[in-house]
Each structure stands twice: as C-alpha cells, then as structure tokens.
C-alpha cells in the first residue's frame, strides 16, 4: 500500500490566494483526519471525517477554510482568502473502522508544509 | 489548560539508558491513549496504544496507563540514537473518534 498520498509537498503563496490541499487516504479507511502543526500550537485537529460524512469540524475556522471528502479515496481542504498566520504543516491522516476492544492508531501522510506570505 | 500536557523537554539521556516520558489528560472520558513518534520534518507515526490500565510491553518500549490519575507514560529501554525524535502522547475520547495530541517531548539520545 502507498500510504496516506498528500499533495503538494510544499505550497508558497501570497496572502489573499486560495490554497487548495489534497489527500488520498489508504484504501479500506473509513475515517480521514485533517492536522495542522505549528511549533507554537502542535497538532490541531481541524476536521474530520467518516463513510465522506462531516463528523466534526470545531476546530476549522469556518469563514476562511472548507474540507470535503468527494469519495472514499479524496479529499481536500481549501483555505480562501489565505493569511500569514495559516503558514504551517498540513497532516491528512486516515484509520480504519474502529470494532469493539479495537484501537487503531493513525496513519499519516508526509505533510504539506504551507508558507504564506 | 491544554486537553493532554507534556513537558516538552529536551531530555537527554545517554545511549543504553531508559528514557521514560510522561503524559497527562484532564478528560476522564478518554478511553484510548497512543504514543507517536516523529523525527524532525517527518509526520507522526504510531509506536504504542493502551486504553487499560497498567503496563502494555512490545520490544523496547512500555506504556503505562493509570487512569485514576490521569497519567500515561512511556518507557524505552536500551535506548538508541535512533530514537532520537520527538514523541507526542494522544488522547481519543470513548464518545467520538477525535484525538487529543499533546504538545511533545523532545528526546536526545547521546552515543
């Protein structure tokens, strides 16, 4: 299996652009996670997902960034308009269905480290 | 005060030593802990789960787990230069799937 597929690598864009973010999570997952990473704040969950549907998005900023989960194997997070204080590591993670007496753990993809400026 | 506290280090110790790491959560609804593990400019990656209380062993690392006081830690035996990274403890709630991560501890393991 090729993992957790997040692209780009690397985005560098001036304050005011959209910013689009894609994740492909490993086949078979049901749940897809959005993470963002600053050294001040660590990892915040932003959002995330189960079967495509919304499960909880209280930690998104809602005027400026939106995610959606077209199918099973995509989903993007969009920022628009991007601000300087977006710069950070954007982590998509997936895991399977969680059974009784089951934890699965994570798995994420490389990252993308975004730079507004 | 944040959801799952860690001293975020650096802790250093030298190469053969235990390093031990500790966590702790204030929501006593969370039912699963994990320890990632992640080097400098790489993503997370999962080393251990525990959602029962007392001690979880495979290979060199231990989780330990004592709900009554909030507590998760991580004992790594032999310890090696590769473990050199930072290593974030994780809360999962029992009425959702969202995870709590802390902020980290920096671990330096000296040759």
């Known amino acids: 299996d090729a993992g957790v597929i997040q692209s780009p690598r690397h985005e560098v864009t001036e304050m005011g652009q959209e910013v689009t973010l894609r994740c492909k999570p490993i086949?078979?997952?049901?749940?897809l996670f959005w993470y963002r990473q600053t050294m001040m704040q660590g990892l915040e969950l932003l959002v995330y997902?189960?079967?495509?549907?919304?499960?909880?998005d209280s930690g998104m900023p809602k005027d400026r960034f939106s995610a959606k989960m077209p199918n099973a194997s995509f989903s993007t997070l969009k920022i628009q308009p991007s601000e300087p204080r977006d710069s950070a590591v954007y982590f998509c993670?997936?895991?399977?269905?969680?059974?009784?007496?089951?934890?699965?753990?994570?798995?994420f993809g490389s990252g993308t480290r975004l730079t507004v400026v | 005060q944040k959801e799952v506290e860690q001293n975020s280090g650096p802790l250093s110790v030298p190469e053969g030593a235990i390093a031990s790491l500790n966590c702790t959560y204030s929501d006593r609804g969370s039912q699963s802990f994990f320890w990632y593990r992640q080097y400098s400019g790489k993503s997370p990656e999962l080393i251990m789960f525990?959602?029962?209380?007392g001690d979880k062993e495979d290979g060199r690392f231990t989780a330990q787990l004592n709900k009554a006081s909030q507590y998760v830690s991580l004992l790594i035996r032999d310890s090696q230069p590769s473990d050199s990274a930072t290593y974030l403890c994780a809360g999962r709630g029992g009425g959702g799937f969202k995870t709590i991560f802390g902020a980290g501890t920096r671990l330096f393991v000296k040759a």
């Open positions: 525990i959602y029962s209380n």
């Open positions: 993670a997936s895991s399977p269905r969680q059974g009784a007496n089951v934890n699965y753990g994570y798995t």
């Open positions: 997902f189960n079967n495509k549907a919304v499960m909880d």
């Open positions: 086949s078979g997952h049901d749940y």
